[in-house]
C-alpha cells in the first residue's frame, strides 16, 4: 500500500475512529451508572469533590496571558534586537517564547491552585 492509498484512507479513518472512541467512552460510563443502579447505590454520590470554585477558568487564563506576553516579547525582540542579523523571519523565537511563556503561566496557576487548596483544608 503506497502513500497515496494512505491519504485517501485517512480522511475516512479518522473521524471514526473519534466516533467509536467517544461511543465507547460514553457506552462504559452507562454500563457502570447501570450497574450503581442494580446494587442499590447511588451514582450522583460517586463524583469528586469541588474545591468550591473552578481552576479550568485561571489555569487557561494565565496560559493565554503568557503566550501573549512571549508572543508580544519574541515580535519586540525579532524587530529590534535581531533585524541587524538576518533579513527574513525568526519563526524559532516565535514558538520559543510562546512556549516559555506559556509554561510560566501554567506553572503560576499551579502554584495558585496548589496555595488555595492549602488554605481551604
Not at 443502579?37 to 496560559?63: A, C, F, H, Q, V
Request: proline residues 4%; aromatic residues 12%; without cysteine.
Amino acid at each position: 500500500m503506497g502513500a497515496q492509498e494512505l491519504g485517501v484512507l485517512i480522511p475516512i479513518l479518522v473521524p471514526i475512529s473519534m466516533f467509536t472512541m467517544v461511543f465507547g467512552i460514553v457506552y462504559l460510563r452507562n454500563r457502570e451508572r447501570m450497574a450503581m443502579i442494580e446494587r442499590g447505590m447511588d451514582p450522583r454520590l460517586n463524583k469528586p469533590k469541588s474545591s468550591g470554585y473552578n481552576t479550568y477558568t485561571l489555569t487557561w487564563g494565565l496560559l493565554l496571558i503568557g503566550a501573549g506576553v512571549g508572543l508580544f516579547l519574541a515580535y519586540l525582540l525579532d524587530h529590534t534586537a535581531f533585524s541587524t542579523f538576518r533579513e527574513d523571519d525568526n519563526p524559532a523565537i516565535y514558538f520559543a517564547l510562546i512556549a516559555i511563556f506559556g509554561g510560566a503561566g501554567l506553572f503560576l496557576a499551579y502554584r495558585i491552585e496548589k496555595k488555595d487548596t492549602k488554605e481551604i483544608e
